[in-house]
Structure formats: structure tokens, C-alpha cells
């Protein structure tokens, strides 16, 4: 795909595989995929995400269309793509509008929250035990990040 692409486009950009997809997240104007959690991730962004639901995924033998149940990812046919993109990309604001109507602003921010004090909990208690090799027990979970003093090792009070 990059041999095909790349240096014919003046707005097509590659990254490298080992670079992160928040950094790509992070450049793009808008996510196109098929059913990927690329596509959620993008929200995070506040960028919109394109399912194109004829594409097939090759999971399964036969392949079967796209499954995109999720309200804030817009749907278009292949066919479509070319003028959904353009158009959406001249009037990203009605995205905005999709997201306000679902509710979803709020919605995301709590799931990123919340996984992000869960991952938090998780590299928390292994720095602890590498730090002491004893085991951790997690005492509470607090819905602010201000004193990380929710981590107990074994053996202290």
C-alpha cells in the first residue's frame, strides 16, 4: 500500500509500523477503517471516524461486510467513499453535531477516565512489586488523581 501511495499525494502522510496509533491519531484529519477500535480511539481525538461497511473481513471463510453497531461512526458503501470523505472533511462540524446528539462527549470522557485509572492501578502495583517483591492489594479507587496513596504492599500497615 505505501509503494502505491507514497509521494503521489501532497496530503498523504506514512508513519513508520513502530510509531504509535495515538500519533497518528494525533495527525490525521479523520480515521477511515472498517470495524477497527482505531475508529473509538479517533473520538478520543475529537476526530471522526469513516466505516465503510463493504469492505470484507477476511475472519471468517466466506468473508463477511463490516459490524460497526457504535452511532458516533459514520457508515458509507465503497462506492461512496471518495465524496463522504470530501464532504465530510468541508464540513466537519455536523461530526460535532452527531457527537452532541449521542451524548457522547461526556460518555467518552468518563470510559477514558476510567481506563485510565484502571491502567494506572495495574502499572501501579507492578512498579510496587518489582520495587518490593511482596504482593499489593489494591484498597481503594479514587475518581481523582490527586494522592496516589491507594496501593498497600504486604506486611506494611
Known amino acids: ?14 508513519i513508520e509500523p513502530e510509531e504509535s496509533i495515538m500519533t497518528a491519531l494525533e ?6 477503517s472498517d470495524e477497527s477500535s482505531v475508529m473509538s480511539e479517533a ?3 475529537g476526530k471522526p471516524s469513516v466505516a465503510v461497511t463493504d469492505w470484507l473481513i477476511p475472519d471468517t471463510v466466506p468473508s463477511r461486510f463490516a459490524s460497526v453497531p457504535m452511532n458516533y461512526v459514520l457508515k458509507c458503501k ?14 466537519s462540524t455536523n461530526y460535532n453535531s452527531i457527537l452532541e446528539k449521542e451524548n ?4 467518552i470522557k468518563e470510559i477514558v477516565a476510567t ?7 495495574i502499572l501501579l502495583k507492578v512498579v510496587v512489586k518489582i520495587l518490593f517483591s511482596k504482593k499489593c ?3 481503594n479507587i479514587p475518581f481523582v488523581l490527586c ?3 491507594i496501593i498497600k504492599h504486604a506486611g506494611s500497615s
Open 1 to 14: 500500500m505505501r509503494k502505491l501511495h507514497e509521494n503521489k499525494y501532497d496530503n498523504l502522510y506514512y
Open 27 to 32: 495527525l490525521c484529519d479523520m480515521v477511515v
Open 43 to 45: 473520538v478520543m481525538f
Open 78 to 91: 465503497k462506492v461512496e467513499l471518495r465524496e463522504y470523505v470530501t464532504n465530510l472533511a468541508a464540513h
Open 104 to 107: 457522547l462527549f461526556l460518555a
Open 115 to 121: 481506563t485510565f485509572l484502571m491502567q494506572l492501578i
Open 137 to 139: 492489594y489494591i484498597l
Open 147 to 149: 494522592g496516589i496513596n
